[in-house]
């Protein structure tokens, strides 16, 4: 089997005060794993734990050396005034514009401030899916989206789109991965490789 892109062993995380574990669990290349459980059950503090953004309480965090984490809060931060526009968004993020799902096409061309909360978050989401990370970490990422937008972000979850060329070109390597929190059981199953229960 190949090297884990992330490795978690014996973490317990929170804010000063524990809220999640001990909980193991690795991350392989090519793996998009979903996190799942009840309301306030520390999903969203293990991403955060992951991300640098809460408190490593006890056990550890192995990345792979050099990997670069792409983190999509539950909530995309929005300021009400930023006049530019999707596209610019992108290139600022250093995202690639090709492969763009047709239905963020013309989103992508109107200002920020000017979308719909669904709009905004697929635009976000498919920052960090498009973006140089490799590993993705997600949370809730249907938050806003209807049915359509959800199948598309399933779509854009699929093994082919999350692989990258190597430098010739020539091949397609499965070597990124994502990690994802949600409470939708049926996006879970439809988008992930494999699924963990957070007690
Ligand atoms: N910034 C914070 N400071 C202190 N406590 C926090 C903070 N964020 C979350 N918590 C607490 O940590 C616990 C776990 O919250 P977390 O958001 O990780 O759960 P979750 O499983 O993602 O929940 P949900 O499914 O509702 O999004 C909760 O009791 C919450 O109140």
Known sequence: MSTPLLRVEGLVAGYGRPVVGPLSLDVFPGEVVGLWGANGCGKSTLLNAIADRADLLAGRILRMPGLVIAYQAQQPIRLPSMPVTGRELLRFTGTS??????????????????????????????????????????????????????ALLTEMLTPSRLARRDTSGARLLPDRGVLLVSH???????????????A
């Open 97 to 150: 514009l090709q492969e763009m799902p047709a239905a963020l096409q013309a989103v992508s061309r109107q200002r920020i401030d000017r979308l719909s909360g669904g709009q905004y978050q697929l635009l976000c989401v498919w920052a960090a899916i498009a973006g140089r990370a490799d590993l993705i970490l997600l949370d809730e990422p249907t938050n806003n989206l209807d049915p359509e937008r959800e």
């Open 184 to 198: 939708e059981r049926r996006f879970l199953e439809d988008a992930c490789s494999r699924m963990i229960e957070i």
